[in-house]
């Protein structure tokens, strides 16, 4: 048996080419895509590169997402601490296991279905045109991330969940302290308190007088069912969200970006809209933001060869497994005219992204709105020198100046 030492996770990604995937996690791919790697805590999990192993893992009847798990594969050194703060929000669907699972999806599936997602293009269209003049109102140099790609799918979800969009920044700067790997955690957990607080008042309001959005109708779905107690509508609250705009947002600026940088794919889209389409996908693929999901194993299971026991956790790169060549022919090349709609940016299974469909059609109807009206748009930073996320759980761009 080897005495080597165990790679270790996280890595991050290198400054001279910020869009590919970790060299390490690549190696590890193209030499075995299932690896025993070391968190920063010392603790070991299986490490999954490969696009055909996640898929089977994803579907696995015999593996959680239970978030309070003792071996959960928390990327952090202190997970014992984090866990007691983003459980508390988390645990919700993501940390839900069937039959729970079920029916408290079963309670939301319809307000995000392909159906309600097209008929809210109207609105959608609405709410870009707003907040695209509110960038050009900002003026050459202005941030695109903070005065658009961010305000743009926040005020989708906050009028669809029936919160006020005025308290954006309010959300903003706590949920940013949740997604960083080197956050204290007693700044998470002020963050977290609040968070909950502003959703705890928000929840009574809306069973008291119940309005027209996704939030009232389910409180009122549930007095038949019971299948979320007050803490969980609480947290459910908190979880959509931050689930409806932080990773949408992302992939709008960094898509942007590229775009920016390679004007040649802007220029592709301007020619022909009909392959937005099939560019979101892409994009959804290339940039897989949301970096990593974490499963544990409850009883023994095969992967790849490898046997995982029970118990055993692990932990699925999707920005190296996006990265599959087996899966998607030159995978590091961005292809908008690309079949990709086999990636799992939204994960795969039972507990994929309930919103993945709204979050198609707000890139696809801001990425071309975007390209219409500001057709001389261009970075104001060298793409060399942008302020990469490299220390977040969800990728993206700190901050992205533009002018046109």
């Known amino acids: 048996m080897s005495s080597l030492p165990l790679p270790t996770y996280p890595k991050l990604r290198d400054p001279a080419d910020p869009l590919l995937p970790p060299a390490e996690y690549l190696a590890i791919q193209s030499e075995k895509p299932i690896a025993k790697v070391l968190l920063p805590s010392g603790r070991p999990t299986w490490l999954i590169t490969g696009h055909a192993l996640a898929r089977q893992v994803l579907t696995e009847p015999c593996v959680s997402v239970d978030r309070r798990h003792p071996n959960f594969p928390y990327p952090v050194p202190n997970p014992d601490a984090v866990v007691a703060q983003v459980a508390r929000w988390t645990y919700i669907l993501l940390g839900d296991d069937p039959p729970l699972h079920t029916e408290r999806r079963r309670l939301l599936i319809s307000e995000f279905t392909v159906r309600q997602a097209q008929a809210m293009r109207p609105r959608i269209q609405q709410l870009v ?31 669809m969940l029936g919160v006020p969009f005025a308290d954006h920044d309010y959300f903003q700067e706590r949920t940013a302290l949740q997604l960083r790997r080197d ?14 607080a502003y959703f705890e008042q928000l929840i009574q309001e809306k069973s008291s007088h119940p309005g027209d959005d996704v939030l009232s ?12 107690d007050h803490e969980a509508l609480v947290a459910l609250g908190l979880l959509l969200l931050v689930g409806g705009h932080e990773t ?27 392959l937005m389409p099939s560019a979101v996908e892409e994009f959804l693929r290339y940039f897989s933001v949301a970096v990593a999901v974490s499963r544990i194993a409850t009883a023994d299971l095969q992967v790849g060869g490898q046997l995982v026991r029970a118990g055993e956790s692990m932990l ?40 993945q ?46 002018a046109w």
């Open 129 to 159: 045109d707003f907040h695209l003049e509110q960038l050009i109102a900002a003026g050459p140099g202005a941030d695109f991330s903070k005065h658009f790609a961010m305000k743009v799918p926040s005020a989708v979800i906050c009028e």
């Open 183 to 196: 956050v204290p955690v007693a700044a998470q957990k002020q963050a977290i308190d609040e968070l909950l």
């Open 217 to 228: 109708r389910l409180i009122v779905s549930n007095r038949e069912t019971e299948a979320f």
């Open 248 to 274: 949408t947002a992302n992939t709008l600026t960094l898509a942007t970006a590229t775009m920016l940088e390679r004007p040649e794919i802007a220029e592709q889209l301007r020619t022909d809209p009909s």
């Open 316 to 355: 699925l790169v999707l920005n190296t497994i996006a990265r599959d060549g087996t899966v998607f022919p030159e995978p590091h090349r961005l292809d908008i005219r690309r079949n990709a709609r086999n990636h799992l940016a939204f994960s795969h299974g039972i507990h994929q992204c309930m919103g």
């Open 357 to 402: 469909n709204l979050a198609r059609v707000e890139m696809q109807i801001a990425l071309d709105t975007v390209l219409r009206r500001l057709p001389g748009l261009h970075l104001v930073t060298p793409f060399e020198e942008l302020p990469f996320k490299y220390r977040h759980l969800v990728w993206g761009i700190e901050e992205l100046r533009v």
